[in-house]
């Protein structure tokens, strides 16, 4: 049987919550061009890969964390998975919003969180790590004890690494662009002749030409 890794990966790209295209590059938000594109937000449609990757978030809290007073998700793409695995784990509920409300309460956390209260951070997507830290930094601001986040997927950048390394904040993932890569090799999702330009990519995303 694959490992938790590994499975994952494989119903990412059997979903097409992850795609690769080497030869044809995707033009990201940020301008960046890029040989994958990833929306785990297609997890929520299909029950069984849906089903592996709640289950694969609460086991994982649990073994990383121990079970915290809440959990937190990054709105939009975590809300669901964080809804997910606080309902596997008992406890509480709060999103964290990318900014605060212009109207009404002008919250930026939107549930109930008490002071000092212990929570994990449950994120779909990591890439550089700014808007995930965002909202770290929300939940410290208002004093809770933020243990950590548990992401689905992540690229790996260096610059991430350094991001959370910096803010203190430990990070696991579900599973990661090496992981996938070997998949896609594995499965025949890619060419043996397309890994150097995936893994070339990785290294400098920024000045990537394709």
């Known amino acids: 049987m694959l490992d938790i890794k590994k499975l994952i990966a494989k119903e990412l790209l059997q979903i097409n919550a992850i795609k690769l295209n080497p030869t044809n590059p995707f033009i990201w938000a940020s301008g960046w061009k890029s040989p994958i594109y990833c929306d785990n937000r297609k997890i929520l449609s299909y029950p069984k890969t849906r089903d592996i990757v709640k289950k694969a978030f609460a086991d994982m809290v649990k073994k990383e964390f121990g079970v915290p007073d809440v959990i937190a998700g990054v709105a939009t793409g975590a809300i669901a998975h964080g809804i997910l695995v606080a309902e596997i784990l008992d406890i509480p509920f709060v999103y964290v919003r990318a900014s605060s409300k212009k109207h009404g309460l002008t919250n930026m956390i939107e549930g109930v969180l008490k002071e000092n209260q212990s929570v994990v951070v449950i994120e779909d997507l990591v890439s550089t790590g700014g808007s995930s830290l965002k909202a770290v930094e929300a939940l410290k601001g208002v004093g809770a004890n933020v243990l950590g986040m548990v992401a ?39 060419k043996t002749n397309e890994i150097q330009t995936l893994k070339k990519w990785r290294q400098d995303p920024g000045n990537w030409n394709g």
Do not use: M
């Open 152 to 190: 689905v997927f992540s690229y790996g950048f260096k610059v991430a690494d350094d991001n959370f390394t910096e803010a203190k904040c430990t990070l696991k993932t579900l599973t990661d662009y090496n992981t996938l890569i070997d998949i896609a090799v594995d499965t025949n999702y890619v």
